[in-house]
């Protein structure tokens, strides 16, 4: 009796002992913008999730399978936005040993799986510029340096990746993404910033 009662409780423990535990269910994220001083509204499925005003600034996000959309404005700049990825938490694997299929149930249900990026960076491009070889030459800029950044965080996320191909395949397929739509923010900013005297 003494040890039926024993493993019961220590089976309720491990159940609690899933990502919710080892990792949380939440997580400090990094709002930065450049130039800094923007305002910043994180919008999801489940709606507002946080505000970061002024930039840099930190916040703490549930953590959830669902990107999050990191919309930006600066007085004299275009409204400008990122995207917080959601990606799966390897150390769930993990928890098995932990919490039991059951467990992982838990997390998958609850989002307490997944994680954020631990920041991200928002370009912001001016209303108006001196001429078009100026305007040009910041979006020329701004995309070169976007695609450096991709390669090494593409680097990076591939280094860390698990032994599940498939999950590595799809995180870096949401990076590419996540540049592709970040690159044609930056060219319909260009289109719609003002030539002063043109």
């Given at each position: 009796?003494?040890?039926?009662?024993?493993?019961?409780?220590?089976?309720?423990?491990?159940?609690?002992?899933?990502?919710?535990?080892?990792?949380?269910?939440s997580q400090n994220v990094t709002v930065m913008t450049d130039p800094s001083g923007a305002s910043c509204r994180l919008?999801?499925?489940?709606?507002?999730?946080?505000?970061?005003?002024?930039?840099?600034?930190?916040?703490?996000?549930?953590?959830?399978?669902?990107?999050?959309?990191?919309?930006?404005?600066?007085?004299?700049?275009?409204?400008?936005?990122?995207?917080?990825?959601?990606?799966?938490?390897?150390?769930?694997?993990?928890?098995?040993?932990?919490?039991?299929?059951?467990?992982?149930?838990i997390d998958a249900a609850s989002g307490a799986m997944n994680k954020y990026p631990p920041s991200v960076t928002v370009?912001?491009?001016?209303?108006?510029?001196?001429?078009?070889?100026?305007?040009?030459?910041?979006?020329?800029?701004?995309?070169a340096a976007l695609r450096v950044r991709h390669e090494q965080t593409k680097a990076t996320t591939a280094s860390q990746?698990?032994?599940?191909?498939?999950?590595?395949?799809?995180?870096?397929?949401?990076?590419?993404?996540?540049?592709?739509?970040?690159?044609?923010?930056?060219?319909?900013?260009?289109?719609?910033?003002?030539?002063?005297?043109?």
């Amino acid at each position: 009796m003494f040890v039926r009662a024993a493993l019961a409780g220590l089976s309720l423990v491990t159940l609690g002992a899933c990502s919710t535990i080892v990792e949380g269910s939440s997580q400090n994220v990094t709002v930065m913008t450049d130039p800094s001083g923007a305002s910043c509204r994180l919008e999801s499925n489940r709606g507002i999730v946080g505000i970061v005003n002024p930039t840099p600034g930190s916040i703490q996000l549930e953590k959830s399978k669902d990107n999050v959309t990191v919309l930006c404005e600066k007085e004299g700049y275009q409204p400008s936005a990122g995207t917080l990825a959601s990606s799966f938490e390897g150390m769930t694997f993990g928890n098995i040993i932990f919490g039991g299929i059951v467990g992982v149930g838990i997390d998958a249900a609850s989002g307490a799986m997944n994680k954020y990026p631990p920041s991200v960076t928002v370009q912001l491009a001016p209303v108006s510029f001196p001429s078009a070889m100026a305007r040009d030459a910041f979006f020329d800029q701004k995309i070169a340096a976007l695609r450096v950044r991709h390669e090494q965080t593409k680097a990076t996320t591939a280094s860390q990746c698990s032994a599940d191909e498939n999950a590595c395949k799809s995180r870096l397929s949401a990076l590419d993404r996540i540049l592709d739509a970040d690159v044609a923010d930056l060219e319909l900013k260009r289109a719609n910033a003002r030539v002063d005297g043109a």
